[in-house]
């Protein structure tokens, strides 16, 4: 029975160790049956073989701690068994392979989801950027796809639709056209070979797209010049650690690059096809069909040659040569030299860290590797086409059309296995770094904060808050403190109490940066200066209590009772006692009698307080207020008489204090405000404290007494005066519109000092009339006029008297009216009468108008009288109006209106003619007339100014005028042209009466 592959993969528990430290290795054997159970696994760290592990449930587990200082390849071995073939981790073509993104079924779904259930459309090309996030060419969806390092799938780039657009704003808003390749630099941005657009797109950190190279316009061209000004056509594309892009310009048969200031140049090729050029210029070099292309840390960079069946190198002085394959198609040489080995079609590429160059074979579906030291091998695909193998090791994993391939900066493989609509992934090899255990790059700086002084207490730093002041940070500090270079016993915190014992001495402390796994690192400080003898750190509070009057006692504190006040606790107190600064002889004690000679000064006291081993700490108090004389034993009463009334005298009632007063002094206050000048006993009233209370202080004075003072009650509230007689009031001038009355007044007593006037219109105020004197208005017209005259005086209430009234105020303006009379035009039957006034057609509507001044009353007679009574009825006649009359009898019609007032009466009159109208118009013409000719009409009949037409046989002449006067309208017409020979009749016609006439002419 043949034996089983098997698929092994090593994960060490840390890719890092320090030199002693125990790390786990484990190994799963897996393969296409069910968990093996059997077998054991040999786990070498580079040659140095670390032990062996039994493989259960499909696992083996080693653990080791010996390895020496160094990097190690660590490679797992299983020993297979009679039913499994043996395999190891890192071994090309026996780590598993493993789909990463697609289902196989071809479409496009699963964004946001796992990747592998999401549906891809022939992924050509991928990149792997620094976080480990694979970018997948969507290329049959027009789209790029990213999977994240949890697997879960977006799209980044693309909205789905062939075409250019979008260039500027959200990639995933934008147009691709064939989106074949794809590279990503340190930085993560994104670089798309947009085939079928010509252009090479980039996509920044904001997701913003834009055209990085190309027109658009397929063709070769721009070298030396901007990128986007350049033709190409792009196969593939890789990005070197200083940002260029190199890519295959395979349509033109080129390899060309794009440095980071946008310049594009070639480096590989000539245009013309073929294979030549080795050990010469890459420029000058003939190449076939470039398509992957790969750049190692070193700046070499690779590309395949599909026809050519080879992969070629370009240095960075770029020298071209021959990497691997011969020329002739095939697939041999594996373990062989390279350039010795048969390719088959080669197509995508991508070189890793190592500089170990992978390339896929389009001629047999399969990927293969070439080392640094020139050895080929293959590292997935059987050389069938077809979807297998997942699980298993690569090179027992079936492929179909691997397009790009991406490694990640764990050595990873992935490919994008086209044709199955997957990307699939490869294991890379795992390293081990055993490092000698670190020592601080930084360790503290020791300090000490703090006053060196007995009682005091310092401080090293740093401390806990400063951990992070070491580099690496510190897990935790130590301390060691020495007193003159000998280390204190049992001083080992942070802080130091400083003793009476440490007096005169430096202290020093040295403090040791402590990390697991890391080298101690100590520091000592420098030194303080010596430490002092102690100070009291709270001294005495110097204060005086009693009251500074001769005869009385002062007392200073603290006293023996707050020893505890200052800190340390003082053992004593002394005392020393000054008057206005100056020592007062024998005043140690703690109180101090105040003498006469003391009187005017002030007192202070200093208090020192006293402790062995400190130094004294010594206090002022504040100065007392002067010494003051004896007081007085009862105070003055104060009482006032007279009455609070402006103009009266009110005055001190006092009665003696005990002893005896020498003196008083007096003030006066009104509201509690001192009033000027009043300092005697007694105080007239002003009129400026009217609503004021009156008080008065009086102060009593005794040679070697402290004055004293005392106050009355307050008044009432001091009230106006008033006056003794009130003025007069009277009117001169006479009551009449236009005419000025002036008010009269007699005196007051007192005097008033100024007067106010009030006017009144029918008991009713005028507004703003407030002078002595009022012109009368037409609005004062038959009202009776009075004035209230209003004295005044500071102090006093006001005192009023209002005169009689006037007649009733007159008018100054003689009546008069105006009457007229208005025709309508409609209405006029003829010009003026020979008398001269206006003719209306009997049984039409006249207007009578008037106007009147002199606010006079109107009446009328005759027919205007029943008019306007009919009209107003009883109401007065409106100064101005109007009024229509109908005019049904023939013959003179007259109206007259009267207007009158207190100065007489006026009459004013109108008249108009009703006549009768004509039947109709009469209308006298020649007797013969020419056609075309102008003929002279005489017509009478018309209405005054009435407007008319005239025919000739039937045809109206286009000309009408308005009748000139009222008696006989002259007028000249031109006959038509067209009038046939014969009698025409000519006629007129009124346009307002429809009056007409004829005449007749013969035409000939």
Known sequence: MAQVPTATKLVVSASQVYVGEPVEFTATVSSTGPAIDGGTVEFRAGSTVLGSAAVVNGKAVLSVSTLAIGRYRVRAAFSGTNDLMPSASGDNGTTPIRTIAGTGTPGFSGDGGAATSARLIYPSNLAVDGAGNVYVVDNGNNRIRKVATDGTITTVAGN????????GGPATSAQLN??????????????????????IRKVDLQGTITTYGGTGISGFSGDGGPATLARLRVASMAIDAAGTVYFTDQGNGYVRKITPDGIITTIAGTGTSGYSGDGGPGTSAQIRSPYGVGVDAAGNVYFAEISNHVIRKVTPQGIISTYAGTGVAGSTGDGGQATLARLSTPGGMAVDASGNVFFNQFGTNQVRKVAPDGVISTVAGTGTAGYTGDGGPSRSAQLNDTEGLAIDAAGNLYLADSSNNVVRRVDGPVTLDVIAKPTFTTGPTAAITGTPVVGGTLTATPGPAQLGSTTPAADSFTYTWAADGTTIAAATARTLDLTPAMAGKTIIVTVTAVRDGYVDAADTSDPTAAVAKAAFATGPNAMITGTPVVGGTLTASPGPAQLGTTTPSAESFTYTWSADGTPIADATARTLDLTPAMVGKTITVTVTAVRDGYTDATDTSEPTEAVTGAVFTTAPAVALSGNAVVDAVLKAVVSAPSPAADTYAYSWFADGSPVVAADRDQLVLSPDLVG??????????????????????????VAPASFATAPSAAIS?????????????????????????????????IAAATGESLLLTPAHRGQRISVMVVATRPGYTD?????????AVATNQAPSVELSIQVPNGSREAALTPDGEPTIRRGRTATVSWTSQGDATLRATGALQKLLS??????PIPANGSIKVRLDRAGLHTFRMIASNELGSTSASTSVVAVRAPAQLTVQAPSRATPGKTIRLRVDGLGFGERYVVTVAGQRLSRTDVRADASTLVLRVKLPRTLEPGEARIRV??????????????IG
């Open 160 to 167: 789905g639709t062939g075409g250019f657009s979008g260039d």
């Open 870 to 875: 009919d009209a107003y009825g009883t109401a």
């Open 799 to 807: 005192a009023s008297t209002r005169s009689s009234s006037t007649a």
């Open 178 to 199: 064939n989106p074949y390749s794809i590279a990503v630099d340190a930085a993560g941005t994104l670089y798309i070979g947009d085939d079928g657009n010509n252009r």
């Open 989 to 1002: 016609t009124g346009r307002s009466t429809q009056r007409t006439g004829t005449a007749t002419v013969r």
């Open 692 to 717: 004021k209370q009156i008080t008065l202080k009086v102060t009593a004075s005794r040679d070697g007494y402290v004055d004293i003072t005392a106050s009355s009650a307050a008044t009432a509230t």
């Open 733 to 765: 001038g006479t009551a009449r519109v236009g005419q000025v009355l002036t008010a009269t007044t007699g005196p007051t007593t007192p005097a008033a000092t100024t007067y106010r006037f009030a006017w009144f219109a029918d008991d009713t105020p």
